[in-house]
């Protein structure tokens, strides 16, 4: 039994995990249970809806960069750099200047580092140090500052030094304005690379600490880690021209879940012909599929275990160590744990701190050569690997500069499906038969933030959601329903 | 840094979201007390807080959290915050009570601090400020220049 949808829902007890705690936006599981607590369907549900998409027609290009940090409070540079290198396709400026690449890439290593020491240490550490149904009042950070108080302090210095690598590179702590079309508005003054400099040793050696804690705490429970919400999958990722792991840029790499090369290198640009997205009536979140495999199978998994996993080598040199032993450990089990992901995240925060300490020593960041410009384009698609995962800006600009459509497909989109395996899977392993508390049902949310969701920016299109109402009685049966469908998108490119 | 090679005594951190109608309220108090250009000020502004905040409180005399609110009455109230572990902890958004309580814990008494909250009515995606919240925002940056007129030349 697949578990998303339940044979006869009539009379099933519903429960709902409504909101999710330690993810961003809205999300809610619901659970449909019969009368003896066996789990007839699971569904995580997205239920913030921002329709940004729409808001970005009819603006001109070049706001865009700026606007789309706006789309979410923890990865607004995830989205300023997607949206730069769609809109350098748009005015043409196919090679960027070694400074501005290399600008950018120190602005999204900052991010990156930022963005997985908050959701480790401030938001996942507490189950982890804690167990996952252990006392609620304590599972927090605070919990952790008062029993670890070196580890709460280290991810906040972790954190805020990211932060700081953010505001020297996009020239404001928030709201930045460092990535333009074609290149970037500032090079790293002399003062700054110092400043940044002064403390990367620390933050490279802490960053080393954090993979050890992520992967003793795998040792110590490997048999629950292991198994907990594991679940098979395809992948996706972009990856180096060699085969080495690049969060900034490359082609797309797709691997079945028995490892075979669905594709590889793959042009970004043709994204649209391979990856397909499909609307289901009960989520305003779509369902991104390999148009190869099919709707049905195609589904696929990225973030931090996808590209740890699935990138042929880390070109920084004590990541790379972490992921040959993360690799050969145990046989290979942690590389499809969903547990896992927190492993391989303090993997690519420690590849981020060595390439932030790579990128300070390099002095094309001091260079003055900060845009080019080419023939002007109608159409422009940049793609990053976030910190949660592969993400897509897919853009059309008229001959007036204003952006006439938008198509967003965010990490979390990317992961909708696999996290909905994840929590099926947990609610098979932990809920069926059992009378649920507080404890048990964290160990979906548990499930949930191992993928780092962030949800509030996953959303999609004013106008292409499919709407659904259902009325309730009293006893909670269906009297009424009302259903507004929408159809899946079928091999064209969206902003076209 | 103060002309004592110090932090700025008076921090102001503006929260909320410039696309999302009144949400803007934070960020443009912060933009109007910018063009002041008060002495021995930090001006602020982000989407939401998060724990690092508690980093930048660290040598401040007062620290004033700006942000919009349905529940203030209107035009705005401003009102002493206390550090608290409330629920906040367990989202990426921290209310400023709990940017105090984690200070409390990194550093131990955290410095005064108050909430500015001005009253909105609209938090839209892609709307403009509402009329009232426009209204409120000029009391509440009346208020803040006559509250803190003393850091003034």
Redesign the interface.
Known sequence: MNLETATHPEGLRRVAIDPISRVEGHGKVTLLLDEDDHVQQVRLHIVEFRGFEKFIQGRPYWEVPVMVQRLCGICPVSHHLAASKALDQIVGAHKLTPTADKLRRLMHYGQILQSHALHFFHLSSPDLLFGFDSEVAKRNIVGVAAAYPEVARQGVLLRKYGQEVIRHTAGKRVHGTGSVPGGVNKNLSLAERDELLKDIYQIIGWSRDAVHMARHLFEQNLEQYNAFGRFRAHTLNLIRADGAMDLYHGGLRARDMDGKTLFDHLDYNHYWEHILEEVKPWSYMKFPFLRELGSELGWYRVGPLTRVTQCDFIPTPLAERERQEFMAFDGGSATGATLAYHWARMIEMLHAAEAIKELLHDADLQGDELVVKGERQERGIGMIEAPRGTLIHHYRVDENDQVVRANLIVSTTHNNQAMNEAVRQVARQYLDGRKLTEGLLNHIEVAIRAFDPCLSCATHALGKMPLQLELLDAEGREIDRMTRDAPCSAGAPPAS | MNEAGGAPALLVIGIG????GDDALGPLLIERLETLRLPDVEL?????L???Y??DLRGRGQVVFVDASLEAPAPFTFNPVVAV?D?S?????LSPGAVL??YE??FGEPPPAFVLAIRGEAFE??DDLSATARANLEAALAFMSQRFSDTLP
Do not use: I
């Open positions: 979201n410039p696309s999302r602020l502004t982000d989407f939401q998060q724990v690092e508690a980093l572990a629920a902890y367990s989202s990426h958004e309580h984690a814990k990194l995606l892609g």
